[in-house]
C-alpha cells in the first residue's frame, strides 16, 4: 500500500524512542505504545474517526471496524468520543481536534462524519495527509468547496469514498434502475423527478448554557460565531443554512446523485435553474426551505425535478416507459416486463466494473488496489452542484444559469458570490 507505515515498525520504533529519553509525540499513549496485543491481522488498514455522533456510532463504526482496525476517535462533544470509544472496542485514544489524528503517521484512512459545514476542511486536509478519506454525504456546504476537493484529489491521488450508499446496498435497487437505463428499457430519458421530502419549521430558539463536554466554537468552525442552542447543534444543524443546505442537501445528496446517475450527468450538470421555495424567515430559528418545487433543464433536453411533495424517491420518464425506485420500492411496467425479459447478466457489473458486496467493502477494496470507488468524489461534486444551485435558485427567487464546463453561474454576480462562502478566521477551507 502506497505511503504506508507498517503499524509493527511504528511500535517498534515508538518504544525505542521513549526508552532513550527521547520526547515521543503527543498522540503516543498508553495504548499505542504497547499495543502489540492489539497487533493488526492480515495488515488491516489503520483507521482513525473524525466525528462520531449518532451517525457515525449507527451506521459507519460496524463496517469501519469489520475491514480496520480503529485506533483514534475524534469529537468535540466528550461524550459522543467517550461513546465512539466504546463502540470502537474500549481501546481508542481519544481527541477533541481532528489535527491530532492527521498527525499520526500510523493511521491510513480516515472516516469524517461531523456536521455538514467541517467535511471540506477536514477532507482536505486529511488527503494532504496522506490519508485515504470516507466521508458522509453531503460532502460539500458550497460549489467551490467541490472544485477544491476534486483539485486535491487529483493531487495527491488518495481513495475518497462518499457516504451515498444508495450506489452499493438498499437491496441494489437503484443499481437495477440505473441498469434498465443503460439497457434502453426506457428509451430516451426526457424527465427525472427527484422527491426528497420537507424540512419542519421551529423557533425562535433562546440561547442556552453550552454543555461542559461540548467545545461550541469549535463545533461552529467556519460558520459565524453565535449563542448556543441545542436546536442549532447535532441532528439539527441540518435546519440551518449556516452549517447545511436542509433537505435540498440531506435527500437531495442521495436522489440527485441516482438521477445524475442514470441520465449520464456524472461530468456535467443542468444549464438553467429557477423553483419555488417557501422559508420560514424564523429569527433564531430553522432557515432552510421547508417546501420547494424545483426545475433544472439539461443541453440534450432532459428536465431534473426536485420537489418536497409526492413520494420519497427518483421517478425515471422515458419514450418507452416510467420506473420509481426508492429504498422500498422499484415500480413499473419496464420492471414488470422483466420477468420475461431479464436484463443482460453484466447489466449491473458494467455500471461500475462489479457489484460491490457492501459501501464500505468497496471501500476499503479500493484502499488496497487504488481504485476510486463507487461513490467517487467527481461525480458527487456534480450532484451536489445541483443540489447547491437549486439552493441559490431558491433563496434569490429567480432563475439562475450555469455553464457545466466552466463550473460558473453566468451573468449574475450575486448569485456567484453564493457559489462560496467566507470563513471564519481560523477555519478557512484551503486547497
Known sequence: MSQRTNRRTFLTRSTALAAAGVAVPYWVTARTAGADEAESKNDRPIVGCIGTGDRWKGGI????????????????DRKHAEEGRERAGGKADIYEDYRKILDRDDIEVVSIVTPDHWHSKIAIEAMKAGKDV???????????EGKLICKVLKDTGRVFQ????????????????VAMIRDGRIGKINKVTCAIGSAPSEGPFEPMPVPPELNWEMWLGQAPLVDYTKKRCHYEFRWWY???????TDWGAHHVDIASWGIGADNTGPISIEGTATHPNIPNGYN???NFHVTCKYADGVELTIRDDTDNGVTF?????????????????PVDELKDNPLPEDAITKLYGGVPTSHMANFFDCVKSRKQPISDVYSHHRAMTTCHLANIAIRLGRKIHWNPETEQIE????????????????YEVVA
Open 61 to 76: 463504526a460496524g463496517p469501519l471496524r469489520q475491514h480496520g482496525d480503529i485506533v483514534a476517535v475524534c469529537d468535540v
Open 134 to 144: 470516507f466521508c458522509e454525504k453531503p460532502l460539500t456546504l458550497t460549489i467551490d
Open 162 to 177: 462518499v457516504g451515498t450508499q444508495q450506489r452499493t446496498e438498499m437491496d441494489q435497487r437503484f443499481l437495477k434502475a
Open 242 to 248: 449556516e452549517y447545511s443546505g436542509g433537505k435540498m
Open 288 to 290: 432552510v426551505a421547508t
Open 317 to 333: 420518464e422515458g419514450e418507452k416507459g416510467t420506473i420509481f425506485v426508492s429504498r422500498g420500492k422499484l415500480l413499473g411496467k
Open 411 to 426: 451573468n449574475d454576480s450575486e448569485a456567484q458570490a453564493m457559489q462560496s462562502r467566507v470563513a471564519r478566521k481560523g
